[in-house]
């Protein structure tokens, strides 16, 4: 059970949602309607999760997760919507969503992105995460020059990344050990300004035929 806190401005479906969630085991420690209401609401209490609408009048859930991520909370945050644009996606992203799910999804979807999310893991539907990738790709980028101020090594890593290999598998076909990995890790997101694997993901996937085929055979 998870303490969760839901920012929706349709009263009905907030309700819906609230009552879903306390059938299913969690705890649902309160709802606001306003992306005021819910900063004023987080001063007090602190959720293990927050679910929130994209599209609301006053900013929506891209204004929420700015402030709280700008205050220092590291409180999962699942984006729940009817539809969100790209570069909202991308946006989302770099400021640390942890998932995204759509409100036309089946309802088990969303108990699955909350488990996967609790567990420390991201959850993003993939037709949101398709989206993003093809916007990537057809906009304007300049993230090679980013990508030349990575070693050799962080390179190599880089792409096994691009490629789908997690941690302990990059340790394994490199030779290094799962610790030195993260650090690597930590290096390039520090070079590259991003926060996530996903980030990085559709950093290189913007810029495919510029990367070197390294470590990718």
Do not use: Y
Not at 104 to 122: A, F, H, R, Y
Not at 125 to 152: C, K, R, W, Y
Not at 170 to 177: E, H, K, P
Not at 193 to 200: A, D, F, P, V, Y
């Amino acid at each position: 059970m998870a303490q969760i806190a839901i920012v929706d401005d349709h009263p009905i479906f907030l309700d819906g949602m609230a009552q879903f969630l306390s059938s299913h085991g969690h705890d649902v420690i309160f709802c606001a309607r306003s992306v005021d209401e819910a900063i004023s609401r987080l001063q007090a209490d602190q959720p293990d999760l927050l679910i929130l609408d994209v599209s609301m009048k006053d900013g929506g859930g891209l204004a929420i997760l700015s402030a709280i991520r700008n205050s220092g909370s590291t409180v999962p945050v699942i984006f729940m919507t009817v539809h969100i644009r790209p570069d909202q996606t991308l946006e989302a992203i770099k400021l640390g969503v942890d998932g995204v799910v759509l409100k036309d999804s089946d309802p088990n979807e969303l108990l699955t992105c909350i488990g996967q999310v609790l567990s420390g893991n991201k959850s993003i539907s993939p037709f949101v995460m398709e989206q993003a990738l093809v916007h990537s790709i057809s906009a304007p980028a300049n993230d090679s020059n980013a990508l030349s101020t990575l070693t050799e090594r962080e390179l190599e890593i880089a792409g096994l990344i691009r490629a789908g290999l997690r941690n302990r598998e990059i340790a394994a076909r490199c030779g290094l050990t799962e610790g030195t990995v993260k650090v690597h890790l930590h290096s390039i997101f520090q070079k590259l300004g991003i926060k996530s694997r996903s980030e990085l993901i559709i950093m290189m996937m913007s810029i495919d035929s510029e990367i070197p085929a390294v470590g990718l055979h």
